[in-house]
């Protein structure tokens, strides 16, 4: 199982870590480059081509056209990450990733939502794995431990 992550520029890698390091805790290879949509777009094409990943996540910031791009060269998933820059906080962004052409589809996750597009990829890839499957089912009773941990703790502080 792989899961390739192209980032536009590698400032946006202070967002897409957690994606990175998300996939590992789960087990799954991930696959890590910079690549433009504007400004190398043979090194998109080759990457996307060229890949032996099931499922990408594409994160960009400003215009944001790299999930569509990778989404045009593949019919494999395509999960896209807005990342917030100036001016708009990342507005621009989310709706270029969006705003997709029917034929041409791309998940969209929240604005430096890596995390999350990381957990719909291991999603995707648990349903022809049954080990992953069972590691999501304990990641998410451990989330809810968690949150009851918290409600008790606050609960006993203002009790």
């Known amino acids: 199982m792989k899961v390739a992550i192209i980032m536009g520029s590698d400032s946006d ?7 990175a390091e998300t996939l590992k805790t789960f ?5 890590l480059t910079v690549a433009s949509a504007h400004r190398t777009p043979q090194k998109v094409r080759d990457f996307v081509t060229e890949s032996d990943a099931q499922i ?3 994160a960009a910031g400003m215009a944001a056209h790299l999930a569509g791009v990778v989404a045009s060269l593949t019919t494999k998933p395509v999960i896209g990450v807005p990342i917030s820059s100036e001016p708009f906080r990342g507005l621009d962004a989310l709706l270029s990733t ?10 969209t996750v929240a604005v430096n939502g890596a995390k999350n597009a ?5 999603e995707m890839l648990a349903l022809q794995d049954a080990a992953l499957a069972e590691k999501l089912i304990a990641y998410r009773k ?8 918290k409600d008790q703790k606050l609960k006993e502080a203002f009790s």
């Not at 990381?118 to 291991?122: D, M």
């Not at 451990?142 to 941990?149: D, L, N, S, V, Y």
């Open 142 to 149: 451990q989330m809810a431990t968690e949150i009851e941990r």
């Open 27 to 31: 087990g799954v290879d991930v696959d």
């Open 56 to 58: 990408f996540i594409a």
């Open 118 to 122: 990381a957990l719909f990829a291991v």
């Open 98 to 107: 969006v705003q997709m052409p029917g034929g041409v589809p791309v998940a």
């Open 13 to 19: 890698w202070g967002v897409m870590k957690s994606a």
